[in-house]
């Protein structure tokens, strides 16, 4: 098992992700990451996508029952795993494919550190 550290960019944790109206049977992570970080999953033959010059990569599983804890380990609720939260995820990795690469399963999350959203104010909110 391996673990990478990232910035949550989407997040589908509470329910499946739905792709083209349909639910795909998966929950799912995007991380925004660090260069050592995708340095190291390429490394281990997974695709690494860029996003604005960010790096990026989905981490996703069919199981329902994963682990999210905070920085105590207590448990938290997958539903408050946002965009820009950091977290640590422990990952297993599929099995190589010709095109795709090797798929990054998700094991577990920790919260690292909560993201701060805001609206940007432009003055017509």
């Known amino acids: 098992m391996s673990v990478v550290t990232g910035t949550v960019a989407f997040a589908n944790l509470a329910e499946h992700e739905v792709y083209n109206g349909q639910s795909t049977g998966k929950y799912s992570l995007v991380l925004s990451l660090d260069d050592a970080d995708a340095d190291k999953l390429k490394a281990e033959?997974?695709?690494?996508?860029?996003?604005?010059?960010?790096?990026?990569?989905?981490?996703?599983?069919k199981f329902d029952e994963f682990p999210v804890i905070d920085n105590d380990g207590?448990?938290?609720?997958?539903?408050?795993?946002?965009?820009?939260?950091k977290v640590r995820i422990k990952y297993n990795l599929g099995n190589p494919h010709p095109v795709h690469g090797v798929a990054p399963?998700?094991?577990?999350?920790?919260?690292?550190?909560?993201?701060?959203?805001t609206l940007e104010d432009d003055g017509e909110f």
């Open 45 to 61: 033959g997974v695709k690494v996508r860029e996003y604005k010059n960010i790096p990026q990569r989905k981490f996703a599983t």
């Open 105 to 117: 399963y998700l094991q577990a999350i920790r919260v690292v550190e909560k993201g701060e959203m």
């Open 74 to 85: 207590e448990p938290v609720s997958k539903s408050s795993v946002r965009y820009g939260d």
